[in-house]
């Protein structure tokens, strides 16, 4: 084995091109998706809201939407102050109307199905449209 030294050259140049490119892709990730704000654990507060409360589960199936909304924005306003919301109520089958929301933000949309818990009948479906304010 004469060119033992060119086989550990070898090895030693690609390990050097596999830390350099790892590198340049945790150095250069999209900045993009740095500012895109996650909306799970206000989701997970809004599903909580809507499985424990009652009262909010029979708005939400005679399909009032102002109250649920305005419910749902005291309640993550407490979890978040940054996030606003706009919610729509219908039947699991046909699309919500359109919801108040903003033009030139970035809208995160969740689906919450609302069962009557005795009967498991009369079930809607609640969207939930999130962005934040700022």
Partial sequence: MKNRKGWVAIIEMSLAI???FSFFVLAFENPLEKNKK???GVAQEILYQVENNESLRT???DMQDIVVEQFL??????FDSSVNLSVCTA?????CSSPRVPENKEISAYDFFVFNKVTGQDSKKLKVFLWSEG
């Avoid at 039947?91 to 699309?95: A, K, Q, R, S």
Wanted: proline fraction near 5%.
């Fill in 73 to 78: 924005r005291e309640d993550i306003k407490k």
């Fill in 38 to 40: 996650d909306y799970s």
């Fill in 18 to 20: 596999v830390i350099l």
């Fill in 91 to 95: 039947e699991i089958g046909p699309l």
């Fill in 59 to 61: 708005d939400i199936r």
